[in-house]
């Protein structure tokens, strides 16, 4: 999950670790690289950003990461500087029952489209005994659509029985 990320574009973005920094830098062509979120910045939904994982690119040079929180849910986020939204998080409503596990953001997989449109993987809570795997996509207008369920039926015959945690 740390390889860095190119757009048409030649934007590159890529996961920054130094000694005092963690974040997201994005490097266009033939320009200068800049933190487009740091550990420590406010989420879009409260607290702050911890441990930003590999973060995916678009033509639209808008980023989508998954990020543990602090004082609040870790989860995926979308956007540029000054335009973020929080994605999909922890205990966040699937369909009956809130995520209880999520898929952390790797390259080279590429789950985010050029209209800000982001394909995850999530876990649901059912009961004690219970959970669901889901496909998710979370629209850039805020919408969740649940693409595919585990134990769905397929047009093949059959039902859905594992899904990759890592959709591209």
């Keep these: 999950g740390g390889v860095a990320d190119i757009n048409d574009a030649g934007t ?35 607290g702050a950003y911890l441990d930003i994982w590999g973060p995916v690119l678009n033509n639209a040079d808008q980023v989508a990461f998954y990020s543990d929180v602090s004082g609040a849910q870790s989860g995926w986020f979308v956007g540029k500087p000054g335009a973020w939204r929080k994605a999909f998080a922890f205990f966040d409503l699937i369909d009956v029952g809130g995520c209880v596990g999520l898929a952390v953001s790797r390259n080279p997989m590429q789950p985010l489209d050029d209209d800000g449109d982001l394909v995850l993987w999530a876990n649901e809570y059912l009961s004690p005994t219970a959970e669901r795997d889901w496909l998710l996509v979370s629209r850039a207008d805020g919408t969740l659509v649940r693409v595919a369920g585990k134990g769905d039926s397929t047009a093949l015959g059959g039902v859905i029985g594992a899904m990759d945690a890592w959709p591209s």
């Design 12 to 46: 590159i973005c890529f996961r920054g670790i130094t000694p005092s920094m963690r974040g997201v830098v994005v490097v266009p062509a033939g320009g200068t690289a800049q933190w487009y979120v740091r550990a420590g910045d406010a989420t879009p939904h409260g």
